[in-house]
């Protein structure tokens, strides 16, 4: 303030000696009027940040299957925030916490804890059924309710937990339609198992047995490997001995391609059947030349018909142009188990899981891409859906949806 005195007198003493020179000075325009300020805009509401986990094997031998689960949510989160919802009275923002945890158990717990320690409102995961069990009890104490789009091992969902849902059918349904298909319509007379003796692979091949034999055939052998096997001779020529006609593999793509090829390689002409993990569009580029047209019959824990079918392939199509990859697996079950998680908080109009949860767990009718999803009271999909494939020059053709 006092510097401005100071110089508004020495102007005056300028302007006065200039006059006592005999010099003018130029009237000027008035100044232009200020701009009045514009009016400061309304302070926005604070946005609700909502934060999701999805965890998925991103890196390992299946880190294909686990990319497209992730990509599948960040769709849906992508989609949601376009909506513009609205949850206890504020804007609400959905944001993806991504972990992997490279389809191992003990790495999936870790996950599992780090989420938690993040404060997540929920969590879409794990991808396998050895990863989503342990990590069932950490986010129980925790009281975050959690998903699964894809595992499918009955004791998921039977540890009594109120926080555990899947959105595809179980192991008991999955290994059973296989069961019976293989006895059935594939007259399997002489049936060989193999499992790669994780929670997935074993669950899915005892209750493949218990179908055979319940639709009057017999396993004549059941051989194990593991998830990270890549030699399996031993085993098949052990096999071989005992003539099937059918094999059936509990485990996922990265095993069952190269067990293709051995297979074709000791001259063992048969059928080879497996679950989800092996019903991926990658199969076909893992097995090669050594998967022959209409060898493999595969099932996927979901499935659409009739009229959402128009659902499913535009989603299909939205997947590739977004990603520029294909759907492997189960990217639209993901997809789907983040916007029921959502509609359960819009509903309850809080993103607390605590308030949130019973919305959830009384899901009755919500329409996904994959179809009307309702859990019973152990948090399992009521009527789960399966589908069943072959695959024709490298391609997956659709045989049947069956419930």
Known sequence: ????LKLSATAAAIALTLIACGKKEEPKAPAAAAPAAAPAPAPAADATVIKIGHVGPVSGAIAHLGKDNELGARMA???????GLKIGGKPAKFELVAEDDGADPKQGTAAAQKLVDSKVNGVIGHLNSGTSIPASAIYSAAGIPQISPSATNPK?????FKTTFRVVADGVHLGGTLGKYAVTTLKGKSIAVIDDRTAYGQGVAEEFKKAVEAAGSKTVAHEFTTDKSTDFM??????KAKKPDVIFFGGMDAVAGPMMKQIKQLGLKVKFLGGDGICSSELAKLAGDAMADDQVVCAEAGGVEGEGKAAMEKFKADFKAKNNAEVQ???????DAVNVMAAAMVKADSADPAKYLPVLAATADYKGVTGVIAFDEKGDIKNGALTLYT???GKREQIAVVR
């Open 329 to 335: 697996v189960y990217a639209p079950y993901v997809y």
């Open 1 to 4: 303030m006092k510097q401005t």
């Open 391 to 393: 695959y024709k020059a």
């Open 234 to 239: 031993a085993i098949l020529t052990s096999i």
């Open 77 to 83: 989160i992508a989609d949601l925030n376009a909506q």
């Open 156 to 160: 998921f969902t039977r540890q009594g």
